[in-house]
């Protein structure tokens, strides 16, 4: 095989799948040009081929002394740095052959392996800007979609990534493309597609354990555990170190409360590197009563990933159970500001507000759970409504005790909270007929309940009185 064929097959191994035929002559013709002026470039190519980068640096860092001004050394040097790992000198390496270069057909070809390194070291405008350049250019690799894919998704333009990978696929339908949109589906929440895309690239590449372990995940976000279960076993005999297929398996464990085990895998996911295995080994650890575990798991996670609402709420839960307030509030404040749409965070908050007699705060955050949640389940609503009842009472607001009395009774008529809300609701209304009815009622289920008897007596009072607050 001569050298020019060479040099043009390793252009397909570096992840053209179709380049532009005007790139492709342009490099054949520089290639033969520079292998009949001086050998040494040929001794290059095949170090090059052969992955030998730090020696291949070596030849080019000669080659560039006798010819500093010759583009393809400079960019092929960087293309052996960005093997290296070393994607700054990769860059500057690169920059060099964009400004050297000659032939105008050449300089897509260098944008986009200066696109890949940038996109390596959080470049993303240089990376999005380069990449998108070489692929309207017609270099329609692989690795460039899936560059330009990363770099418009870590700028927060979801939709285009998607779009960029996809068209991508239509090119070429791989299992690299189909497991990188399925990852983006899934950090969007958009588990089916996710999962669908992670089948084509196991139909596609069935050895590549990572995606098992991946579609596990998926399957435990919807609840189909045993299909969890069977892809994170299946990835983990595949390749003992499936991060993915740890976190999945832990989460299965922890799901059927075998807490154990869910701590076991959990941790090995975060010894390979998972770091949102963190949360689920504090869910574990904080259903263990392991409260100080648990803690120290939530503080990594909110130092080392983006704030989520979840994260700052089971927080909030673990500090409240360590008696901590006041910073459980802030966190479920967190948690709201994150997730404002969220009930369980404002039910929660007022607990603690209730608890820490912010009657009035804690009212108003029983009232928004209650709007943004009317079809919760009953028992949930009952205690929402009960809560909220009561405070009113407290607070002055009668009319809203006795609506949240009628509400609680609707829901647990055997209860006796909301009989003894609506008449303490009543009672401070003055109406203490029906403050009697409902309080002996409330009694009748309550029996010997001190704090019933003692509304009960206020409104017998009341009726000889006239005198609705005591």
């Known amino acids: 095989m001569g050298l020019t064929d060479l040099f043009i097959r390793l252009l397909g191994r570096l992840g053209f799948l179709s380049p532009a035929a005007r790139t492709v002559n342009a490099l054949k013709h520089r290639t033969l040009a520079l292998i009949h002026e001086d050998d040494l470039f040929g001794e290059a190519l095949r170090l090059f081929n052969q992955g030998d980068n730090a020696h291949c640096i070596g030849v080019f860092d000669e080659l560039i ?87 418009c998704w870590q700028r927060g333009d979801h939709r285009r990534a998607i779009e960029v990978i996809s068209r991508a696929l239509a090119l070429d339908p791989n299992a690299l493309g189909f497991a990188g949109r399925g990852m983006m589906f899934h950090m969007l929440g958009d588990y089916k597609r996710a999962v669908d895309d992670f089948n084509k690239a196991i139909e596609l590449n069935p050895a590549e354990a990572d995606c098992y372990g991946q579609r596990a995940i998926c399957y435990a976000e919807m609840g189909q555990y045993e299909k969890a279960a069977a892809d994170a076993n299946l990835a983990i005999r595949r390749d003992s170190k499936s991060m993915h297929a740890y976190e999945a398996r832990g989460r299965v464990h922890l799901n059927v409360k075998d807490l154990d085990s869910a701590i076991a895998d959990l941790s090995s996911a975060i010894e390979l590197g998972s770091r949102q295995s963190h949360f689920f080994r504090a869910l574990a650890f904080y259903a263990k009563g392991d409260l100080g575990s648990a803690l120290t798991d939530l503080d990594q996670v909110i130092d080392v990933l983006p704030p989520e609402a979840a994260v700052f709420a089971l927080r909030g839960n673990v500090l409240e159970s360590q008696g901590d307030k006041e910073i459980a509030i802030a966190d ?23 608890e820490t007699h912010e009657s009035r705060r804690a009212i108003d955050d029983f009232s928004e759970a209650i709007r943004l949640a009317p079809h919760a389940a009953a028992s949930v609503l009952h205690e929402w409504h009960k809560s909220r009842g009561f405070l009113s009472a407290w607070e002055g607001n009668p009319d809203q005790a006795v609506a949240d009395g009628d509400a609680a009774i609707r829901l647990a008529p055997r209860d006796g909270w909301g009989y003894m809300i609506r008449g303490m609701g009543y009672r401070r209304k003055g109406r203490f007929d029906r403050a009697i009815t409902d309080l002996s009622q409330a009694l009748k289920l309550f029996p010997n309940d001190t704090g019933v008897e003692h509304e009960l007596l206020l409104a017998q009072r009341g009726v000889k009185t006239n005198l609705s607050f005591e």
Not at 84 to 98: K, M, P, S, V, Y
Not at 111 to 133: F, P, T, V, Y
Not at 339 to 344: A, K, Q, R, T, Y
Request: zero cysteines; proline letters at 4%; a neutral charge.
């Open 65 to 151: 002394r006798k010819k500093p001004m010759e583009s393809v050394y400079y960019g092929l040097r960087g293309q052996s740095y960005y093997r290296l790992g070393e994607f700054q000198r990769a860059i500057t390496d690169l920059n060099d052959a964009i400004r050297l270069e000659r032939n105008g057909n050449l300089r897509p070809y260098w944008h986009n392996e200066r696109g890949l390194a940038a996109s390596k070291i959080g470049e993303l405008e240089l990376a999005g800007a380069d990449l998108s350049l070489a692929l309207d250019a017609g270099l329609t690799s692989i690795d460039s979609h899936l560059g330009l894919a990363n770099a």
């Open 332 to 354: 479920f404040s967190k948690a709201i500001e994150l997730e404002p749409h969220n009930p369980d965070h404002y039910a929660s908050r007022a607990r603690l507000l209730r």
